[in-house]
Structure formats: C-alpha cells, structure tokens
C-alpha cells in the first residue's frame, strides 16, 4: 500500500493508495481517532453499487453507520441540498460522535467538506474519492463548496479532511467519458511540474484508459504527490504558488457556467479546453514580445 502524507502540522493527513482499499476502510478508520458514528454522504447509484461493502466494514471495527444521498450532478451542490442534509445530520446527531465520509467524485466532496467545515462550527471528515479526477485532485487540499446561481464554488472554506482512501479499483464501473475527463487534471499535473509523467502520458494513456493498474497507481502516485507538496506549500492559496493548479480552469469553469452546468462539458473536459487555450494565449504573447 503506498501513503502519501500531507504535512500541514496538525491538519496533517495521510491518503492511502491501493486497488482493493474500500473494503479495508473500517481497519484504516480505526486507526485515525476519528470518531465512532460514520454518516456517509453519497449518491443512490454508490449506495446502491457498493455501500454495503463500506458499511460491512464500517461495522466490523466498531462504528455505527448512517447513509445520505444527494443528487449525482452539481445541482447537489445547491444551498437547499446543503441545509437539507444539515438539517437531516443534525436530527441523527444525538448523543453521537459523528463524522462524515464523502463517498463519491467531486461534486460529493465538495459538498460534504463543505457541511464537515460549517456544521457544529467544524466536525471531521474523510473521503472515499469514486472519479480518477476525485482521486487525483479534488479529494485533496481541503478546498469545500457549494455553489450560488451566479457562479461555482462562490461559498467555501478550506477544511482539511483526517484521511483519503484512493482505491483505483472503484474506477472500473466508470464510463469512458469520465475517466478521460480525469485524464485532462492527469495532464495538467505533468504539463504543471513532471515532464517524465507528460512523456509516460504520451506512451502509456491507452493503458490508463484501459485501468491497468500498474499504470494507474502510477499517474495517481504521481498526482497525488505533486498536489500535496503544493499545498503544503500554500495552503490557503494566499502565496501564488497553489494558484498553479488552476492552469486550465479559468476558461474552464467560463464554459460549465456558459453550458448552464448542462453536462454538455464535463469538468475535465472543460479544463482541456482551457488548458489549450490558455497555452495559445501564453504562445501568441510569447510570440508577440519577442
């Protein structure tokens, strides 16, 4: 099993790498001093494909377990579904010692970090990422929100979780679509800091696609590092160095906003097209000072 520690002093953390790791959440939890009453937050497909397998053993080591769902799309990451689910934790809550886990891609991590930072002013969290883009990026960093109608993520805070369970294998159920889309974050961190990972990308990506899992522990190693070390870095964004991890996202999230959040771009796929544009540019200002 590979560990990557991110360090942040007493919001560090470790996420653990391995096909075959969900059904060894409970063992890794027990670990962590996370608390006793697990609430998972997911949507109706995951509970139904493999919330059994995290519940099994959530309760093999001693916890109790409640599950929540939300939609599987961004409108999940609404202010009403927000206080819904608050609403719904809070009356569960009841001479408990709760924590959340995200069980699923971006937009469920968003949205449970973001109740994990607000509720009872801070509780504890963790997440089970379901997407190779979840997996490589947004499940780590401490970046929460929801989103207002006006933009994405307008509401958020960084809230570090207590552990992240990367388990490859649960990216075999995904579409074709989505593991491309993950492939674009894949590229931006070799386009952003690994030359070596560009080149092995170019070799190698119809192995990824295809979830060979020498090649994708190897990418999400990779990833996973070069993110953490950012972070570490630059925490809450304040000192220009985690801004790099935006290459590609600025006219990325223009095109989700300007498709209404349709699903006619998925994130990643909206982040390709920002990075290539985004290199044009930086190519014809190159071009244009010299």
């Known amino acids: 099993m590979k560990v990557i520690k991110l360090n942040l002093k007493s919001r560090s953390y470790p996420i653990f790498i391995e096909e075959g790791l969900l059904s060894k959440a409970g063992c890794l939890l027990k670990r962590s001093d996370i608390g006793k009453d697990a609430i998972v937050i997911t949507n109706s497909y995951l509970k139904k494909k493999i919330g059994n397998e995290l519940r099994s053993t959530?309760?093999?080591?001693?916890?109790?377990?409640?599950?929540?769902?939300?939609?599987?799309?961004e409108k999940a990451k609404s202010i009403r579904y927000c206080l819904d689910l608050i609403d719904k934790i809070s009356k569960y809550d009841k001479k408990k010692q709760i924590f959340l886990i995200a069980l699923g891609g971006g937009v469920i991590g968003d949205l449970t970090g973001f109740i994990a930072s607000i509720y009872k002013r801070g509780v504890p969290y963790m997440h089970i990422p379901t997407t190779l883009l979840a997996q490589i990026d947004s499940s780590i960093g401490g970046k929460t929100a929801i989103d207002l109608k006006v933009a994405k993520n307008l509401v958020g805070a960084f809230?570090?979780?207590?552990?992240?369970?990367?388990?490859p294998g649960?990216?075999?159920?995904?579409?074709?679509?989505?593991?491309?889309?993950?492939l674009a974050e894949v590229i931006k961190y070799s386009v952003i800091?690994?030359?070596?990972?560009?080149?092995?990308?170019?070799?190698?990506?119809?192995?990824?696609?295809?979830?060979?899992?020498?090649?994708?522990?190897?990418?999400?190693?990779?990833c996973i590092a070069i993110k953490a070390r950012i972070v570490e870095k630059d925490e809450q964004e304040k000192k220009g160095m985690r801004t790099i991890l935006n290459f590609g996202h600025t006219i990325g999230h223009a095109i989700e906003s300007?498709?209404?959040?349709?699903?006619?771009?998925?994130?990643?796929?909206?982040?390709?097209?920002?990075?290539?544009?985004?290199?044009?540019?930086?190519?014809?200002?190159?071009?244009?000072?010299?």
């Open 159 to 167: 809230y570090q979780p207590r552990l992240v369970i990367v388990d």
């Open 58 to 73: 959530i309760l093999k080591h001693g916890f109790s377990c409640k599950f929540f769902t939300a939609p599987d799309s």
């Open 193 to 222: 800091k690994d030359r070596a990972l560009f080149s092995y990308l170019e070799n190698n990506h119809k192995n990824i696609i295809s979830l060979k899992k020498k090649d994708v522990e190897l990418i999400e190693s990779r």
């Open 258 to 290: 300007a498709s209404g959040y349709s699903g006619r771009y998925s994130h990643g796929e909206a982040v390709a097209i920002g990075m290539v544009a985004a290199s044009r540019m930086a190519s014809y200002s190159v071009g244009s000072s010299s």
């Open 170 to 182: 649960l990216l075999k159920s995904l579409p074709k679509r989505q593991l491309r889309s993950g």
